[in-house]
């Protein structure tokens, strides 16, 4: 309840802080110095969310990262992108892909977290994420068609392009516009993340106005 709390607060607080705040590069972000090409329309401001599902600071920051979600502006679009690192990473980042491509990633995202750091799955093997994603309205069978479909494959491979091209060595990340780099030590903890991204929204505002 209470990190609940203090995320529905953050959340509020969210735009007064970031128009307050200036940030710095190399101190609260990073500057890529060969921006990743955006894949959000071309009006839209992109923030994409790095995360792996395993991870246990990915997961602390969900629903401080959603309350702030819900305050952006309609220019802004998020785009989460699963990690890649090899193992079970990767396998995650495939299990992502392949409910997106099912049409139940959104509703099955914050369940895929919850059951690996509440019920303690480790959602690893493909028959445990078939029988996962069996509780969302697919068949087990269509989940691994899935799964093992060269268009998931794909766009595994495009996340760790992507991922490459964004010199991450960890999560969680906030990535603005495909140029500014926001990470838990950039930004002096998991939970200043979104107050550094927001500004950073404003800065491309800024820069697109002129």
């Known amino acids: 309840m209470f990190k609940v709390f203090v995320a529905a607060v953050a959340g509020l607080a969210l735009s007064t802080a970031a128009s307050a705040q200036t940030v710095v590069?190399?101190?609260?972000?990073?500057?890529?110095?060969?921006?990743?090409?955006?894949?959000?329309?071309?009006?839209?401001?992109?923030?994409?969310?790095?995360?792996?599902?395993?991870?246990?600071h990915c997961y602390g920051l969900q629903d401080t990262v959603n309350e702030w979600y819900d305050t952006l502006d309609d220019d802004v679009e998020v785009i989460k992108m699963p990690a890649t690192m090899g193992g079970n990473w990767n396998t995650h980042a495939t299990?992502?892909?392949?409910?997106?491509?099912?049409?139940?990633?959104?509703?099955?995202?914050?369940?895929?977290?919850?059951a690996i750091h509440q019920d303690g799955q480790s959602l690893t093997d493909e028959d445990d994420i078939a029988a996962f994603f069996a509780n969302y309205g697919v068949t087990e069978d269509e989940a691994k068609k899935a799964l093992n479909s060269f268009p998931v494959r794909s766009e595994t491979n495009k996340a760790n392009?992507?991922?490459?091209?964004?010199?991450?060595m960890g999560v969680p990340a906030l990535v603005v516009d495909g140029r500014f780099v926001v990470t838990p030590?950039?930004?002096?903890?998991?939970?200043?993340?979104?107050?550094?991204?927001?500004?950073?929204?404003?800065?491309?505002?800024?820069?697109?106005?002129?």
């Not at 590069?25 to 395993?54: K, R, S």
């Not at 903890?189 to 979104?194: F, I, S, Y």
Request: net charge negative; charged share 30%.
């Open 95 to 114: 299990a992502f892909y392949a409910a997106q491509s099912l049409g139940i990633e959104e509703e099955l995202h914050q369940d895929f977290f919850d």
């Open 185 to 210: 030590s950039t930004a002096g903890g998991a939970d200043n993340m979104p107050v550094v991204a927001e500004a950073l929204i404003e800065q491309v505002r800024s820069e697109r106005a002129e």
């Open 25 to 56: 590069e190399g101190q609260d972000y990073t500057l890529l110095e060969n921006p990743v090409a955006t894949v959000a329309d071309d009006d839209h401001i992109e923030v994409t969310e790095v995360f792996w599902f395993g991870c246990p």
């Open 161 to 168: 392009s992507r991922m490459r091209e964004m010199r991450l």
